[in-house]
């Protein structure tokens, strides 16, 4: 997709592609303005429905400018943005995550390079001190991430309200919701794990409470030797109710052949009660069922009420290709994207918490549990934003695959994940 906007048919384009109604909202964001930037962007798919609305006025900002925008998946972005990195081709603008624990992790590309240093930007300087590190390499921020990204229960809420469901508040609780819309003929939780990202979310979303919430010391105890995957009772634990819930029939039928798509829209149709995915997912979920009549729970992973945590992180965001054909363009988008207009306009289109709202008082319904936890010091980091390589996580995805395929065991794959952490 190619957005331009020449002078001499600004206002032509302007109505063609964001509407009349878009034109009566100023923008007001301290930008020097540029007759031609040229910008390319790679970016995750799920931004597509922001970027179609926002972009026009960033164009409208700097008349003259244009930004051809391409979309893929998640784990399609892990693969071709990174060849197109190594090869000299990447876009200006790309589709980064926080840490070191997948292939456009921005401390990864940061290491390699590839990134541009953010810490300049005026952005940078309201990040809040939790999620700074994850987003930082030797000190220098090189991403921007918009909203905060969580790992929680989605419910619809027409089918609580048909079979009363309350939110569970434990473990065992959990299970008897499953059991209880089972045995009412619904799918308990919609699982596609034949997109590979999804693999991971409920093993995040238990060991956030089994293992990091109960020692916050264990990464730097992995970092050290002093523990394992495979040596810890709590992704033990996690892995073992994972398979306890595909062997009491609480996902649909074969997940691994299950695409994320199809995960969303069986929760969003009401085919399926609940379905446990990031936050990023949000609006593809309220557009595939026409509403937002949805509510997201935390995810107990004990039955002990207090102790559950929640994974949670900056969001999949932005940073600056290094080698980019137009750094100070890219740099200026980011500054645009990150201006306190148009972060409300995401955080409104996306239907998430900006990053900067966190500790807000006035609240989405949808979020208010999720983030009533991170009030509560009740959050950890995804568990991969400390990982030493991006092997640990694509063992993760094959192994879990495997785990649900009936091929691996939960030793076999924890033990190949410690042999991918060590092998760095």
């Not at 997109?195 to 730097?220: C, E, H, K, N």
């Not at 994974?311 to 750094?327: C, K, L, R, T, W």
């Not at 740099?331 to 207009?341: D, G, T």
């Amino acid at each position: 997709m190619i957005h331009e906007l020449k002078p001499t048919l600004r206002r032509r384009s302007l109505l063609k592609g964001m509407g009349a109604a878009a034109l009566a909202t100023p923008f007001t964001s301290r930008l020097a303005l540029a007759e031609d930037y040229n910008l390319r962007g790679y970016v995750q798919s799920t931004w597509r429905p922001a970027f179609e609305e926002l972009v026009p006025r960033f164009l409208e900002a700097n008349p003259g400018s244009r930004m051809r925008l391409n979309y893929a998946s998640t784990d399609q972005l892990h693969t071709t943005a990174r060849v197109q990195l190594s090869s000299g081709t990447a876009a200006d603008v790309l589709s980064v995550w926080a840490g070191s624990g997948n292939p456009m992790g921005c401390q990864v590309l940061a290491e390699a390079g590839y990134l541009a240093d953010l810490s300049g930007e005026p952005y940078s300087q309201n990040i809040p001190d939790a999620f700074r590190p994850a987003m930082s390499f030797q000190d220098s921020v090189y991403y921007y991430a918009p909203i905060v990204s969580m790992i929680g229960l989605y419910v619809n809420n027409e089918v609580r309200d048909e079979f009363g469901i309350e939110q569970p508040k434990t473990w065992s609780e959990f299970m008897a919701v499953c059991e209880k819309v089972k045995q009412a003929g619904k799918v308990p939780v919609s699982l596609g794990t034949g997109t590979g990202f999804i693999t991971q979310l409920i093993p995040y979303a238990l060991v956030a409470t089994l293992v990091y919430g109960r020692d916050p010391s264990f990464p730097d105890k992995m970092q050290s030797g002093e523990a394992t995957f495979a040596g810890s009772d709590g992704w033990v634990e996690a892995m073992e109710k994972y398979v306890e819930m595909l062997e009491k029939g609480y996902f649909n039928d074969n997940p691994n052949g299950t695409a994320v798509e199809e995960q969303l829209q069986m929760v969003a149709t009401g085919e399926a009660a609940m379905t446990i995915v990031v936050s990023s997912q949000n609006a593809s979920i309220f557009r595939f069922a026409g509403h937002q009549n949805f509510t997201v729970w935390p995810l107990p992973g004990s039955d002990d009420p207090e102790e559950t945590n929640i994974p949670a992180n900056p969001s999949a965001g932005f940073g600056v290709n290094a080698n980019a054909e137009d750094v100070e363009g890219a740099k200026a988008f980011l500054q645009f994207l990150a201006s306190p207009e148009i972060d409300t306009e995401l955080s409104r289109i996306q239907a998430l918490p900006s990053l900067n709202q966190v500790s807000a008082t006035d609240r989405d319904p949808i979020f208010a549990e999720m983030l009533a936890k991170i009030d509560e010091g009740k959050s950890v980091p995804y568990m991969d934003t400390r990982w030493p390589n991006v092997r640990v996580q694509q063992t993760l995805f094959s192994g879990v695959q495997e785990l649900l395929g009936g091929q691996a065991s939960v030793n076999d794959m924890l033990s190949r994940m410690d042999e991918a952490y060590q092998s760095s």
